[in-house]
């Protein structure tokens, strides 16, 4: 099973300021498995837009069948930055829901709000 927990920041501020994504599918065999190439292609390629396209680099840890995602600069201090980096997560967010819809047996996505907020 793969679990994605995303951090927003409130339920009122509903920005997404980290996510962690854990476990591995074991839809089908390692190499063959879609629903562990999809999500992996769909988070690493967040992050690497975030990167490339808004030059802001968030912490990273990776390795086999994890991926921890922070973004140190929260709140990002320039406005326009910060609304690139909310619509690239949003839009990773709505491709793993769209996984989840057809392979719910396969991963689960959580929400959690930061502390305090």
């Known amino acids: 099973m793969i679990y994605v927990t995303l951090e927003r920041v409130s339920p009122v501020d509903h920005s997404v300021k980290a996510f962690i994504v854990e476990g591995h599918a074991e839809y089908d065999v390692p190499g063959k498995d879609l629903v562990?190439?999809?999500?992996?292609a769909i988070t690493v390629g967040t992050v690497n837009s975030i990167e490339t396209l808004t030059g802001l680099l968030p912490i990273t840890e990776?390795?086999?069948g994890l991926?921890?995602?922070?973004?140190?600069?929260?709140?990002?201090?320039?406005?326009?930055?910060?609304?690139?980096?909310?619509?690239?997560?949003?839009?990773?967010?709505?491709?793993?829901?769209?996984?989840?819809?057809?392979?719910?047996?396969?991963?689960?996505?959580?929400?959690?709000?930061?502390?305090?907020?």
């Open 36 to 40: 562990c190439a999809a999500v992996s």
């Open 62 to 64: 990776m390795e086999k």
């Open 67 to 117: 991926l921890d995602v922070t973004f140190q600069e929260w709140p990002v201090s320039d406005p326009t930055k910060a609304s690139q980096v909310q619509l690239l997560l949003e839009s990773m967010v709505i491709m793993l829901q769209t996984i989840h819809e057809s392979y719910s047996d396969y991963i689960t996505l959580e929400t959690i709000y930061s502390k305090g907020g």
